[in-house]
C-alpha cells in the first residue's frame, strides 16, 4: 500500500509565553494521524483546540516538541528538506489580505514558483493554469486590493497551487468570508480534491464545511476526539455540544425527533437528507 | 413615533469622479423604538453606508435621518452628540482597542461625553458586566484577552455610552460557535434589560430568525423589505432571488408544505420544528383505528 | 477622503507607455527631470510641457488624473512661487510697504512653479504606466551591479513591494479605526494642536498594532511559499528592450537636446 502523505506520531507541542514566569502552554498533548494521498480530510474544533497548530506543523513552520511528523516520508525537523516538505503542502491562512505579497494578482500568484527558481515560461504556464483553477483569470491583471474577500482568497488558493503542491492546508479559510464568498471557497476546495485529485486538510470551526469532506477529526483541548465520516461524528450531537461546537440545523432536527423516538436515520445532515428522511417517515 | 426614519436618503460616493458609485438610494425606513432588527443583504447592498448614516458618519448625499425626531444635520456641530445616541460596533471591533488597560479603553467613550468621574466609572463597570468581563480583566492590557474577551471589551466601550439606540456590524464575524452564542447572548440580555432599540447586521439567517423581531433586507443600494421575521421569510423565492439563503430550518419545513405535507411554512427554529413534527406524528396515531 | 491620494497609483493598460521596459522609464524619467533644471528659456519649458503633454495623451490619462495628483503640492508651489515673487531682486512692478514684486522675481516665480508641476507630473506618469512590482523589478535590475558591493538591493525592492501592496490596505484600515473612533465621540476636527496630536492616539496605536500582526502573518505566508531571499530567484516577467524602447529614448535624446539647445538661443 502507499504510504500516507502526512503522518503524525504522539504530536506534543507547547508555547512558551512571553512571561518566562509562566508555565509553557500545552497546545498539542499527543496527537496521532495519518492522511492518505487524495483524501479531503476536515479537523473542526473550537478556538484554541490546537487545530491551528496541529496545521502548522504540516508544512514545518512549528516543528514536534516530541512525537514526529513524516510529510511523504520526510520528516519536517529536517533542515535540509524543509522547501522540499514546503513545496509537497501549501498552505492557505484564514486572512487574505495578509499573504498576498504584490499588487497585481498574477504577480502575487508567480510568488512561490520565483521563489522556488522556476524557469520564466514554466512560471507563466503555472500562474495561468492556477487561476484558471480558481476561476480568477479574468482578474489577472487587477490590483489586489481592489478585490472582494472572497476573490482575494481565491487568488492566495492560486498562489500556493502555482507551487504544484500535492496537498493543501487551508486554515480557517472562509472565517472572515461572507455567505457567498465561502461558498465558492467551498466550491475551489472540491474541485482541488474532486477533480486535481489532492490531499485537502480543512481547519474549520464550521460544521457545514467539515460536512463535505471524507474524514471529519474533531479536537478539543489539544487532543483528537473523533476521527470517522461525517455522517457518524455529527450525530453524536450532545457530545458536539459539550465542546462547544454546532450542529447543522437538518441534524440536529434529526436528533431531538430520535430523541423522542421518532426512528430516523443517523446520517442526516443536509435539507435535502431531512427532507427525504421525514417524507420517509411521514409516508410510511 | 420611530426612533429612527429616514427620508428619501441617498449617498454617492467619489461624486464627479470615474469611480463614481451610488451606494444607497431612495431609503425610506421608520423603525419603532426597542425594535430588535435584524440587517441582512449581501456584501455590497449598501448595509454598512446605511448604518455609518444614522450615527452621523457619513452625511447623505440628499435626504434625511432623523433619529428622535430631529433631523441629525440640522446642526451640524451636534452631529458628536448624535453619536452617543447611536451607538455603532464596527465589525472586528477589536481593532480599535488602544489603551493600557481594558478599563481605561472601555472609559473612552464615555470620557468624551464630559460626564463626572464617578459616572464614567459607573458606566465602566456596568458596560463590562454586561459583557461578562471581571475585574481583573479590566485591569488587563486589552491585548492580553482572548480573542472573544477583546471583542467583548469593544462591544462594553460603545455599551458604556448608554447608546438609546445600538447598532452591530456582524458582531459574531470570525468567531467560533461559542464565541459567537456568547455574544448573541449578551446582546439579547442588554436588550431585554434596556428595551432599546437594536440594529444587527448579520449574514447569519438562522442568527436573525432566532433574534430578531423584525427584519430589514437589502438588495442593490434600497431597502426590499422591512417586516417581522415571519414575513419576510415567507418571501422565500425572493430573498433567494437576492443571493441570500432562509434558515435551513425553514428550507426544510417549506419543501415538506411543497410536497403535499400539512406542515406550516413559517417555522424559524429547531425546537419550532420538532414540535410540529411531533404534533403532526401524533395527530396520525390518534387518528389510527 | 485619504483614498483620494492618486501619487503612486498605476492605472492598467496597454498603451506604448505600458508596454515600455521599467528600465528604459526609469531613466528616462531621471534625464527628463535632470533637463527640467537645466532648462533655462521660454521655448525649452514649452518643450518640456509639450513632451509631458504628448506622454499622457500616448498614456490615455485625462487631464483631470494630472490636476488631483498636483493638488496636495499645491501648498508647495505656491509657497515657492511667492517666495521667489517677492524675494528676487529687480525691477520693481508695484510695491507696498516692505513688500514688492519684480519682473525677475515673477518670471522665476513661474518657472518654479512649472518646473515642480512638471516634475511631479512627469514621476506620477511614471507611477500611473508602471506597475508597482514592474518598477521596483527595474530598479532592482537596474541596480543588480552594486549587489556584488553587498547593497542588498534585493531586499530593498521587497520592501518596496511590500510597502507598496500594503498601503492601500492600510489607508482603508485607518479608515476604519478613525470611523470606529469617531463613533465613540473622539474628536478629530477641533482643538489646538497637542489636542489634535493627543487625538491621534487612538487611531496609531491599533494601527501599529495591527501593522505588526499583518507582518507576522505575512512573514508566515512568505515563507510557506518557499521564500528565502534574493538567490536563486527567478521572475515570471523578462524585462525585454523593445522597439518602444528605442523609440522612447530617442524621442526622448532629441528632445533634451531641443531643451538644452533652446537655453543658447538668442532668445
Known amino acids: ?284 | 413615533m420611530a426612533i429612527i426614519k429616514t427620508t428619501d436618503l441617498t449617498y454617492i460616493y467619489n461624486a464627479g469622479l470615474p469611480t463614481q458609485t451610488t451606494a444607497i438610494k431612495d431609503i425610506n425606513i421608520e423603525i419603532e423604538e426597542g425594535a430588535f432588527v435584524g440587517v441582512i443583504g449581501h456584501t455590497g447592498s449598501g448595509k454598512s453606508t446605511l448604518i455609518q448614516h444614522l450615527n452621523g458618519l457619513l452625511r447623505p448625499t440628499s435626504g434625511k435621518v432623523y433619529i428622535d425626531g430631529r433631523d441629525i444635520w440640522a446642526h451640524k456641530e451636534q452631529i458628536r452628540q448624535v453619536r452617543f445616541d447611536v451607538g455603532l460596533v464596527f465589525q472586528y471591533p477589536e481593532y480599535q482597542l488602544f489603551e493600557e488597560t481594558v478599563y481605561k479603553d472601555i472609559a473612552f467613550g464615555p470620557g468624551n461625553m464630559d460626564l463626572s468621574d464617578s459616572e464614567i466609572d459607573s458606566r465602566v463597570k456596568q458596560a463590562a458586566e454586561a459583557v461578562e468581563l471581571s475585574p481583573a480583566d479590566l485591569q488587563k492590557s486589552p491585548f492580553e484577552l482572548s480573542g472573544g474577551q477583546k471583542r467583548r471589551a469593544a462591544i462594553a466601550g460603545v455599551l458604556a455610552m448608554e447608546p438609546k439606540i445600538l447598532i452591530l456590524d456582524e458582531p459574531t464575524a470570525g468567531l467560533d460557535p461559542r464565541g459567537r452564542d456568547t455574544i448573541l447572548k449578551l446582546i439579547t440580555r442588554y436588550h431585554q434589560e434596556k428595551k432599546n432599540t437594536i440594529l444587527l447586521v448579520s449574514h447569519s439567517m438562522e442568527d436573525v430568525a432566532k433574534f430578531a423581531s423584525k427584519v430589514l433586507v437589502m438588495s442593490d443600494t434600497g431597502v426590499l423589505m422591512y417586516d417581522t421575521v415571519q414575513a419576510v421569510f415567507s418571501h422565500a423565492q425572493q430573498i433567494r432571488q437576492i443571493g441570500l439563503s432562509i434558515p435551513q430550518i425553514t428550507q426544510i419545513f417549506i419543501q415538506l408544505a411543497d410536497r403535499g405535507y400539512p406542515v406550516p411554512r413559517n417555522v424559524y427554529s429547531v425546537e419550532q420544528g420538532v414540535h410540529e413534527i411531533q404534533k403532526l406524528l401524533q395527530g396520525r396515531e390518534g387518528g389510527k383505528p | 477622503m485619504i483614498r483620494d491620494i492618486t501619487i503612486g497609483q498605476y492605472f492598467t493598460g496597454h498603451s506604448a507607455l505600458h508596454r515600455m521596459d521599467p528600465r528604459t522609464k526609469l531613466v528616462l524619467t531621471i534625464a527628463y527631470i535632470v533637463v527640467l533644471f537645466l532648462t533655462d528659456s521660454l521655448p525649452g519649458y514649452l518643450l518640456a510641457i509639450g513632451l509631458l503633454v504628448l506622454c499622457y495623451k500616448l498614456a490615455h490619462i485625462g487631464l483631470k488624473v494630472i490636476l488631483r495628483s498636483l493638488k496636495p503640492v499645491i501648498p508647495l508651489v505656491l509657497f515657492t512661487g511667492i517666495l521667489n515673487m517677492f524675494f528676487i531682486s529687480g525691477d520693481v512692478l508695484w510695491h507696498w510697504w516692505i513688500f514688492r514684486i519684480t519682473q525677475q522675481g515673477l518670471y522665476f516665480a513661474a518657472i518654479m512653479s512649472v518646473r515642480i508641476i512638471c516634475l511631479i507630473a512627469g514621476t506620477s506618469l511614471l507611477t500611473y504606466t508602471t506597475s508597482p512590482i514592474a518598477l521596483t523589478d527595474g530598479l532592482e535590475r537596474l541596480l543588480a551591479p552594486l549587489a556584488k558591493l553587498h547593497f542588498p538591493v534585493h531586499e530593498l525592492a521587497m520592501m518596496m513591494t511590500i510597502t507598496l501592496r500594503f498601503i492601500p490596505t492600510l489607508v482603508e484600515e485607518t479608515d476604519k479605526i478613525m470611523s470606529a473612533q469617531k463613533s465613540r465621540g473622539a474628536d478629530m476636527e477641533t482643538g489646538g494642536l497637542i489636542k489634535r496630536v493627543k487625538a491621534l492616539v487612538p487611531i496609531l496605536i491599533p494601527l501599529f498594532v495591527s501593522s505588526f500582526r499583518r507582518a507576522d502573518e505575512l512573514a508566515l505566508a512568505m515563507e510557506c511559499r518557499c521564500y528565502r531571499g534574493g538567490e536563486g530567484r527567478t521572475r515570471m516577467r523578462q524585462l525585454h528592450m523593445g522597439g518602444v524602447d528605442l523609440a522612447a529614448t530617442a524621442v526622448m535624446a532629441l528632445i533634451c537636446a531641443g531643451i538644452i539647445l533652446c537655453n543658447y538661443l538668442p532668445l
Open chain 1, 1 to 284: 500500500m502507499k504510504e500516507p502523505i502526512i503522518q503524525v506520531k504522539d504530536l506534543v507541542f507547547s508555547y512558551q509565553s512571553s512571561d518566562e514566569s509562566l508555565p509553557p502552554h500545552r497546545a498539542l498533548r499527543g496527537v496521532s494521524l495519518e492522511v492518505p494521498e487524495g483524501q479531503f480530510l476536515a479537523v473542526l474544533g473550537h478556538n484554541g483546540c490546537g487545530k491551528s497548530t496541529l496545521a502548522k506543523h504540516l508544512n514545518g513552520i512549528l516543528v514536534p516538541e516530541s512525537g514526529q511528523v513524516l510529510i511523504d516520508g520526510i520528516d519536517t525537523r529536517d533542515d535540509d528538506r524543509i522547501f522540499d516538505i514546503r513545496q509537497i503542502v501549501g498552505m492557505v491562512f484564514q486572512n487574505p489580505d495578509n499573504q498576498i505579497v504584490a499588487t497585481i494578482v498574477e504577480e502575487d500568484v508567480a510568488f512561490a514558483p520565483e521563489n522556488m527558481g522556476v524557469p520564466p515560461a514554466e512560471i507563466r504556464r503555472r500562474v495561468d493554469w492556477a487561476l484558471e483553477t480558481v476561476n480568477m483569470q479574468k482578474y489577472r491583471q487587477q490590483a489586489t486590493y481592489q478585490l472582494s474577500g472572497g476573490q482575494k482568497q481565491r487568488v492566495a488558493i492560486a498562489g500556493i497551487l502555482a507551487m504544484q503542491p500535492r496537498c493543501i492546508v487551508l486554515d480557517e479559510p472562509t472565517a472572515m468570508l461572507d455567505p457567498h464568498g465561502r461558498r465558492r471557497i467551498l466550491a475551489t476546495i472540491r474541485t482541488l480534491n474532486r477533480e486535481l485529485g489532492m490531499t485537502v486538510v480543512l481547519i474549520t470551526h464550521y460544521m457545514d464545511e467539515a460536512a463535505q469532506a471524507d474524514r471529519v477529526l474533531v479536537m478539543d483541548d489539544g487532543a483528537v476526539v473523533m476521527d470517522d465520516i461525517p455522517q457518524r461524528v455529527f450525530s453524536r450531537v450532545t457530545e458536539l455540544q459539550a465542546i462547544g461546537l454546532d450542529v447543522p440545523q437538518p441534524s440536529e432536527l434529526a436528533f431531538q425527533l430520535r430523541r423522542q423516538g421518532v426512528e430516523l436515520p443517523y446520517d442526516i445532515l443536509t435539507v435535502d437528507d431531512c427532507v427525504t428522511a421525514l417524507a420517509h417517515l411521514l409516508e410510511a
